[in-house]
């Protein structure tokens, strides 16, 4: 069985690296602030890189600076958001294996058989209504194939 490995594919550690590296930025710039009295980042900002994927970065930056680790309110909802990303990456994972680890030839997939392999995730009434809703058309038959 081919598995799916969509966390090593060069686009996705950019995007992971670069977003933790700026988490981790504001989270040493905000710390700054707060110290010298200057503009502070918005908590929101902040929670919302850890949302995006930069929690890694951010939690570092927190231990390593003792910052925003007292504050409760923060914390309840950036923990929050570590633990969507978590869910996240364990459904994309498993998701992307039951979707994909069946690849045939060379790993790829007709349109027909991604159809019929998200069908078999999601459900036929799901897939169906979102063809419809999607292109205003029927969905793809049922024939079987020879």
Known sequence: M??????????VLIYLGGINIYSYGLFAYDKNQAKTGGWRVRERTLQLTGLLGG????????????????????TNVYYSCVAVNIVGLGCLAFLGNKLFGLGNAGGKLNPGDL?????????????NSLVKNATGQKPPSR???K
């Open 2 to 11: 081919q598995s799916l490995n969509i966390f090593t594919k060069p686009p």
């Open 115 to 127: 159809y019929r392999r998200l069908e078999g995730v999601v459900g036929t009434d799901a897939m």
């Open 55 to 74: 929690w890694i970065g951010g939690m570092m930056a927190m231990q390593q600076f003792r910052h925003k680790t007292v504050k409760k309110e923060f």
């Open 143 to 145: 024939r079987r194939r």
